[in-house]
C-alpha cells in the first residue's frame, strides 16, 4: 500500500457513521446518507491537507455498501475489513460505544496498514445475487418451520380448529414455495445478464452435487472468482480446512478444520459431497477408500467437500466442463 500518513475508523451503523482519525485524536458522527459521506470526506481534509490517507471499516453487509459504493465512485482509498478481525485484535476492551468502536478500528487499521489490500465493492450483479440467495434462505427457513408445525399439529391433535389451522398452513406453504421458485427464475435472470457469470454457472452445474444454490453462492462469495487466488484459500474461508494443532513435544494433536468459517457454503457443501458419493462414481470411490482406511466418516465427507472446490475452480481456470476420469466414465 502506500506510504499513508493516516487513517480513518469508521463505526458503520443503519442511520449514522462515526469517525475517528487516528493520529489526530478527533472524532465526529456523520448520517449514513451520499449527504454524509459527503461531509465526512470535507470534514477528513480540514485535517489531512492533501496528503495520502485510507478509511477503514466493518463489512456489516447493508449498511456499509452504499459507503463503499461511494468511496470507489470518489476514488477514495478505503479498508473493508472483517469485524471478528478487528474484535479479536483489540485485546482487552471495557465497554462499547460507537466513539470507542471508531477509534478501535482506526488503531487497527494503523497497526496492519502495510498488510492491507485495498478493498472494492461487489459488482452490481453480484451484489444482486447475493441480496436473492439471502432471501430464498429464509423464506426456506420459514416454509421448513411450517411443515413441522403441520405435521405435529396432525400428529398430536385432532380437532376442528386443528383442521382450519392445517389448512392455512397448506396454503401459507404454497404460497412460499410460489415465491421460492420465483426467486430462483430471478436468479437465473442475473446470470444470464452477465455472460461471465452464465458461463461460470454453467460449468460449475457440471460438477456432480453442484446445482443451481450452491453455484451461485460459490459465484457470490468468490466475487465471480476474482477473490480468491485458489481452492485452498476459499476452503479456509468456508470452513472445510484442516489445520494442524501442535506445540513443543507433547502437545500433537489431529489435524482438525476451525470453527471459523461461513457456516451457510459449510453446509451447502455437505449437502453436495453427500450427494455427490451417490451418483459420483469417483467421488464414492474416494470416499469409501478414505473409510476404509480408518477416517470418521465426517473427515471423508470433508475430504468430498474439498474435492468439489479443488473441481469448481479447475473447470472455471480451464474454462471447460467436468470430465469424469475415464476408468469412472459411465
Same mark, same amino acid.
Given at each position: 500500500m502506500k506510504n499513508y500518513v493516516d487513517v480513518i475508523g469508521i463505526d458503520v451503523s443503519k442511520l449514522t457513521i462515526d469517525a475517528h482519525i487516528h493520529n489526530r485524536a478527533v472524532h465526529r458522527v456523520f448520517s449514513n446518507t451520499p449527504k454524509g459521506y459527503k461531509a465526512l470526506l470535507s470534514w477528513v481534509e480540514k485535517y489531512i491537507l492533501e496528503q495520502p490517507y485510507f478509511l477503514c471499516f466493518e463489512n456489516t453487509g447493508h449498511y456499509s455498501t452504499n459507503l463503499s459504493t461511494y468511496l470507489l465512485e470518489n476514488d477514495i482509498d478505503y479498508v473493508e475489513e472483517s469485524p471478528l478481525a478487528i474484535k479479536r485484535s483489540s485485546g482487552i476492551v471495557r465497554g462499547k460505544t460507537d466513539r470507542l468502536d471508531a477509534?478501535?478500528?482506526?488503531?487497527?487499521?494503523?497497526?496492519?496498514?502495510? $498488510?492491507?489490500?485495498?478493498?472494492?465493492?461487489? $459488482?452490481?450483479?453480484i451484489q444482486e445475487l447475493g441480496r436473492l440467495l439471502a432471501f430464498r434462505d429464509q423464506l426456506v427457513r420459514d416454509r421448513t418451520g411450517k411443515i413441522s408445525s403441520i405435521k405435529e399439529m396432525q400428529i398430536l391433535l385432532s380437532s376442528p380448529s386443528t383442521d382450519a389451522c392445517c389448512k392455512i398452513i397448506k396454503k401459507t406453504i404454497h404460497h412460499l414455495t410460489k415465491q421460492i421458485v420465483a426467486l430462483e427464475n430471478r436468479i437465473k435472470i442475473i446470470l444470464k445478464k452477465d455472460e461471465t457469470l452464465e458461463k461460470n454457472y454453467e460449468l460449475l452445474v457440471t460438477i456432480k452435487g453442484v446445482g443451481l444454490i450452491l453455484s451461485c453462492q460459490i459465484l457470490y462469495h468468490t466475487s465471480n472468482f476474482k477473490r480468491f487466488d485458489g481452492w485452498r484459500q476459499f476452503s479456509s474461508y468456508c470452513g472445510t480446512a484442516p489445520f494442524q494443532h501442535s506445540s513443543g513435544t507433547s502437545i500433537r494433536r489431529k489435524n482438525k478444520i476451525h470453527q471459523i468459517g461461513d457456516r451457510k457454503m459449510k453446509t451447502l457443501l455437505t449437502l453436495a459431497s453427500v450427494s455427490a458419493i451417490q451418483f459420483d462414481k469417483e467421488l464414492k470411490h474416494y470416499y469409501n477408500k478414505k473409510v476404509t482406511e480408518g477416517k470418521p466418516k465426517m473427515v471423508a465427507i470433508n475430504n468430498v467437500r474439498n474435492k468439489i472446490l479443488a473441481r469448481a475452480f479447475a473447470v472455471v481456470k480451464r474454462g471447460t466442463p467436468y470430465v469424469p476420469m475415464q476408468q469412472f466414465a459411465a
Amino acid at each position: 500500500m502506500k506510504n499513508y500518513v493516516d487513517v480513518i475508523g469508521i463505526d458503520v451503523s443503519k442511520l449514522t457513521i462515526d469517525a475517528h482519525i487516528h493520529n489526530r485524536a478527533v472524532h465526529r458522527v456523520f448520517s449514513n446518507t451520499p449527504k454524509g459521506y459527503k461531509a465526512l470526506l470535507s470534514w477528513v481534509e480540514k485535517y489531512i491537507l492533501e496528503q495520502p490517507y485510507f478509511l477503514c471499516f466493518e463489512n456489516t453487509g447493508h449498511y456499509s455498501t452504499n459507503l463503499s459504493t461511494y468511496l470507489l465512485e470518489n476514488d477514495i482509498d478505503y479498508v473493508e475489513e472483517s469485524p471478528l478481525a478487528i474484535k479479536r485484535s483489540s485485546g482487552i476492551v471495557r465497554g462499547k460505544t460507537d466513539r470507542l468502536d471508531a477509534a478501535l478500528i482506526a488503531r487497527y487499521a494503523w497497526l496492519y496498514k502495510e $498488510e492491507f489490500v485495498l478493498s472494492s465493492p461487489k $459488482e452490481q450483479d453480484i451484489q444482486e445475487l447475493g441480496r436473492l440467495l439471502a432471501f430464498r434462505d429464509q423464506l426456506v427457513r420459514d416454509r421448513t418451520g411450517k411443515i413441522s408445525s403441520i405435521k405435529e399439529m396432525q400428529i398430536l391433535l385432532s380437532s376442528p380448529s386443528t383442521d382450519a389451522c392445517c389448512k392455512i398452513i397448506k396454503k401459507t406453504i404454497h404460497h412460499l414455495t410460489k415465491q421460492i421458485v420465483a426467486l430462483e427464475n430471478r436468479i437465473k435472470i442475473i446470470l444470464k445478464k452477465d455472460e461471465t457469470l452464465e458461463k461460470n454457472y454453467e460449468l460449475l452445474v457440471t460438477i456432480k452435487g453442484v446445482g443451481l444454490i450452491l453455484s451461485c453462492q460459490i459465484l457470490y462469495h468468490t466475487s465471480n472468482f476474482k477473490r480468491f487466488d485458489g481452492w485452498r484459500q476459499f476452503s479456509s474461508y468456508c470452513g472445510t480446512a484442516p489445520f494442524q494443532h501442535s506445540s513443543g513435544t507433547s502437545i500433537r494433536r489431529k489435524n482438525k478444520i476451525h470453527q471459523i468459517g461461513d457456516r451457510k457454503m459449510k453446509t451447502l457443501l455437505t449437502l453436495a459431497s453427500v450427494s455427490a458419493i451417490q451418483f459420483d462414481k469417483e467421488l464414492k470411490h474416494y470416499y469409501n477408500k478414505k473409510v476404509t482406511e480408518g477416517k470418521p466418516k465426517m473427515v471423508a465427507i470433508n475430504n468430498v467437500r474439498n474435492k468439489i472446490l479443488a473441481r469448481a475452480f479447475a473447470v472455471v481456470k480451464r474454462g471447460t466442463p467436468y470430465v469424469p476420469m475415464q476408468q469412472f466414465a459411465a
